[in-house]
């Protein structure tokens, strides 16, 4: 299985700041990433697809970047509705797998 | 506006069989790969298994061959089958739909079930 390892764990921040959130695979998968957010007691929601490509109705603060094994995802401007745990996930290989969460937090 | 949600028991005993059923409201379920996802408490998501329209199916080998996922397409829903459950497997069970089984764009709310005896 591809594990997908995010980091940081745990990033405080402050309404305005710019988050930068990481994962790194295990091997190679290509563009084939995404990213969630997910609120407490909500699904998942999917922000980004195929590394760079917001879903719909995503703001354009949300961006994403990489190839390889190596993704960011960067929040410009974090809005208070953005604190949420954020996770990264694979479509390259099965199983589909997913990192094991950044948490943005309130500074 | 495509919403689904996930329906059955929340206590299953161990070694017996968890059931769940998707039921997909406001657009057909043809077209699409239908998964499901669980989430132990305080974890990230694990992708079990996904349908597609056309009958294929796909599933985590970690579950060693226990899982069993099938669609009603004239119910517009779809079903899960764990079998010999354990302690392990308590976490919330979403359901989720993907475009060529790539991305996952619609979510069930999940619904926690717990292996309990």
């Known amino acids: 299985d591809i594990v997908l390892t995010q980091s940081p764990a745990t990033l405080s921040l402050s309404p305005g700041e710019r988050a930068t959130l990481s994962c790194r695979a295990s091997q190679s998968v290509g563009y084939c990433l995404g990213w969630y957010q997910q609120k407490p007691g909500q699904a998942p929601r999917l922000l980004i697809y195929?590394?760079?490509n917001r879903a719909t109705g995503i703001p354009a603060r949300f961006s994403g970047s990489g190839s390889g094994t190596d993704f960011t995802l960067t929040i410009s401007s974090l809005e208070p509705e953005d604190f949420a745990v954020y996770y990264c996930?694979?479509?390259?290989?099965?199983?589909?797998?997913f990192g094991q969460g950044t948490k943005v937090e309130i500074k | 506006q495509v919403q689904l949600q996930e329906s059955g028991p929340g206590l299953v005993k161990p070694s017996e069989t968890l059931s769940l059923t998707c039921t997909v409201a406001?657009?057909?379920?043809?077209?699409?790969?239908w998964s499901w996802i669980r989430q132990p408490p305080g974890k990230g998501p694990d992708w079990i298994a996904n349908i597609c329209d056309s009958g294929s199916t796909d599933h985590n080998p970690s579950l060693e061959n226990r899982v069993t996922i099938s669609v009603d397409t004239s119910k517009n829903q779809f079903s899960l089958r764990l079998r010999s459950v354990t302690a392990a497997d308590t976490a919330v069970y979403h359901c989720?739909?993907?475009?060529?089984?790539?991305?996952?764009?619609?979510w069930g709310q999940g619904t926690l079930v717990t292996v309990s005896s």
């Open positions: 989720g739909g993907a475009p060529n089984k790539y991305y996952f764009d619609h």
């Open positions: 195929e590394t760079s």
């Open positions: 996930q694979q479509c390259s290989n099965w199983p589909r797998t």
């Open positions: 406001g657009g057909p379920i043809s077209n699409y790969c």
